[in-house]
């Protein structure tokens, strides 16, 4: 899965220094399911939630998927993560697979009900990551993560300086087999052949680092001064020669559309591919999916 571009904005300077906290190495707590996965399959996502733990003192989880591929958004919401702070590590592990850390990675909300909600990007399951801003290379969407491999992941561990918790999801084969068929659905929905997708030669590959396409200076002057943070989720239909077509805001976690606007407007006049080759070695059109993370440190 491609890397997600962040855009941090500060009064000296766009890089935020963190200082880390590491997570402690007691055994996690145990929570158990409260709820079965509850699907949620709309035109430009697939979602997949559960809830942990106690109806007094629940524990949720949310699987996001916008396209096909290992990658999706996690997304945690519980009490137990009041004090976890940007600065803060926090470690995520699924079953038997290497802890991914999001310190500096994570995006912080809260519920309607104020409910403490992080936002994480990930990859894969496996705790394997790519996502050098300024050397993103195509590492193609076609799956690398094995369904043995998802049947064998079967607890989630999210570990934060305050201790760690671990959530009893039992095999995650079925949840995210489900999940692959909806990114099929949606595929076919943007007028494109999955079957010819999920065998490309090349996936779009960008011309310029990502990581230029959105700066700073772009972050919307209003918002700024509200101190109004976003996460944006996008789509770049591309074509047969490499440009972009059409941009579409999948997901927007923002108070404000503008968000969203300056994310397509941007991404419009920087964004620049090589085309996605299918299985013959022709041009085709295609897809590029990724999430920008408008964050003032």
């Known amino acids: 899965m491609d890397f997600t ?5 500060a009064m000296a300077a766009a ?6 906290h590491p997570a402690q190495a007691d055994a996690p707590v145990v929570l158990n399911p409260i709820t079965p996965w509850n699907a949620d399959w709309n035109p430009t996502t697939c979602t997949l939630a559960r809830g942990f733990g106690s109806e007094q003192d629940p524990f949720a989880i949310r ?6 591929g290992d990658g ?13 702070t940007v600065n803060d590590r926090l470690e995520v592990r699924f079953g038997p697979y290497p802890a991914r850390d999001f310190k500096g990675k994570m995006v912080l909300a809260r519920t309607s009900s104020d409910v403490a909600v992080i936002f994480l990007t990930t990859s894969s399951i496996t705790g394997e990551e790519a996502d050098d801003e300024d050397n993103d290379k195509d590492k193609g ?3 690398k993560v094995t369904p043995d491999m998802e049947k064998a992941a079967d607890s989630i561990v999210i570990a934060t300086r305050r201790g760690s918790v671990q959530l009893a999801t039992n ?5 995210f087999a489900a999940l692959r068929a909806c990114t099929v659905d949606l595929v076919k929905q943007w007028g494109l052949d999955p079957a010819e997708q999920a065998t490309l030669r090349r996936h779009p590959v960008p011309k310029t680092s990502p990581a230029h396409w959105i700066a700073a200076m772009d972050y919307p002057t209003q918002q700024l001064r509200k101190g109004q943070q976003a996460i944006i989720m996008f789509r770049l239909m591309v074509d047969a020669g490499g440009k972009p077509s059409d941009c579409a805001v999948l997901r927007a976690y923002s108070q404000s559309q503008a968000f969203g ?3 397509c407007d941007n991404l419009m006049k920087r964004a620049k591919f090589e085309p996605a080759f299918n299985a013959n070695g022709q041009a085709v059109p295609s897809f590029y999916v990724n999430t920008v993370r408008f964050i003032i440190p």
């Not at 890089?15 to 880390?20: G, R």
């Not at 999706?72 to 976890?84: A, G, H, R, Y």
């Not at 095999?171 to 949840?175: F, G, V, Y």
């Open 5 to 9: 571009r962040t855009v941090a904005v």
């Open 15 to 20: 890089t935020l220094l963190l200082s880390a």
């Open 63 to 68: 699987f996001e998927k916008a396209a096909p």
């Open 72 to 84: 999706f958004q996690l997304v945690l919401i519980s009490k137990w993560l009041e004090p976890v």
């Open 141 to 143: 969407q076609a799956p």
């Open 171 to 175: 095999s995650l084969a079925a949840p």
């Open 261 to 263: 606007r300056t994310t």
